[in-house]
């Protein structure tokens, strides 16, 4: 764990597959007893999340002997098109939340921590890509990739939840921003999924 970096990212995203299938099955089981779309959108949306890491750590569990480049490159176009499903997912998700305008408001403590750990993800994102960098495993990239695309989404969410904790901007302006900051985002989850897609294997695995 301590000496092996890429035992501890993948290590890392089992962990967040975890969290991942049960907040897939959570808003699955609310979708259902709801009848709730936005629950269902929500579902997809994680469902997709838990797709793309089951795949990164099933092929590190069946691979842990002898690595194949190959098939690194098969889970990174795997991981490619399902980035770009999750982008129109997630965009589906923002159009229900903004028309139904639908967004969970937090006491003014839970709002900041909230805010702390977001940044926190961010910030140890900016970290790993920094520091890994160099190195070519493309298993890694995805991971890195994934951990991004998710640090993305959760930005959009804070800020709409800030919005409605707060309350310190104007219904309409907040309506404007969260819609930018929405296309802004799936916009970078779909460049991701392309970039992922189209990485060739002549050349180093880099970050966005």
Same mark, same amino acid.
């Given at each position: 764990?301590?000496?092996?970096?890429?035992?501890?990212?993948?290590?890392?995203?089992?962990?967040? $597959? &975890?969290?991942?299938? @049960?907040?897939? !099955?959570?808003?699955?089981?609310? #979708? =259902? %007893?709801?009848? *709730? +779309?936005?629950?269902?959108?929500?579902?997809?949306?994680?469902?997709?999340?838990?797709?793309?890491?089951?795949?990164?750590?099933?092929?590190?569990?069946?691979?842990?002997?002898?690595?194949?480049?190959?098939?690194?490159?098969?889970?990174?176009? $795997? &991981?490619?098109?399902? @980035?770009?499903? !999750?982008?129109?997912?997630?965009? #589906? =998700? %923002?159009?229900? *939340? +903004?028309?139904?305008?639908?967004?969970?408001?937090?006491?003014?403590?839970?709002?900041?921590?909230?805010?702390?750990?977001?940044?926190?993800?961010?910030?140890?994102?900016?970290?790993?890509?920094?520091?890994?960098?160099?190195?070519?495993?493309? $298993?890694?990239?995805?991971?890195?990739?994934?951990?991004?695309?998710?640090?993305?989404?959760? %930005?959009?969410?804070?800020?709409?939840?800030?919005?409605?904790?707060?309350?310190?901007?104007?219904?309409?302006?907040?309506?404007?921003?969260?819609?930018?900051?929405?296309?802004?985002?799936?916009?970078?989850?779909?460049?991701?999924?392309?970039?992922?897609?189209?990485?060739?294997?002549?050349?180093?695995?880099?970050?966005?």
């Amino acid at each position: 764990m301590i000496g092996e970096q890429r035992y501890r990212m993948v290590f890392a995203a089992a962990i967040s $597959l &975890s969290f991942n299938f @049960l907040y897939a !099955l959570y808003h699955g089981i609310l #979708g =259902v %007893i709801h009848s *709730s +779309l936005w629950f269902s959108t929500m579902c997809a949306y994680y469902v997709i999340l838990s797709a793309m890491r089951f795949s990164v750590v099933l092929f590190e569990y069946k691979h842990k002997s002898k690595s194949s480049p190959d098939a690194e490159y098969f889970v990174m176009r $795997l &991981s490619g098109m399902l @980035l770009i499903i !999750l982008s129109f997912v997630l965009s #589906g =998700v %923002i159009y229900i *939340s +903004l028309s139904q305008n639908i967004a969970v408001k937090y006491d003014e403590i839970l709002m900041i921590t909230i805010a702390a750990y977001t940044f926190f993800k961010i910030i140890m994102a900016i970290i790993k890509a920094v520091k890994q960098h160099k190195n070519p495993s493309p $298993l890694l990239a995805v991971i890195r990739n994934i951990g991004y695309a998710e640090a993305a989404a959760s %930005i959009l969410t804070l800020q709409r939840s800030m919005f409605v904790s707060f309350g310190t901007m104007e219904p309409t302006d907040a309506h404007i921003l969260n819609m930018s900051t929405g296309a802004a985002v799936c916009l970078y989850i779909l460049s991701i999924g392309i970039y992922l897609i189209i990485k060739r294997k002549n050349k180093k695995t880099t970050v966005i």
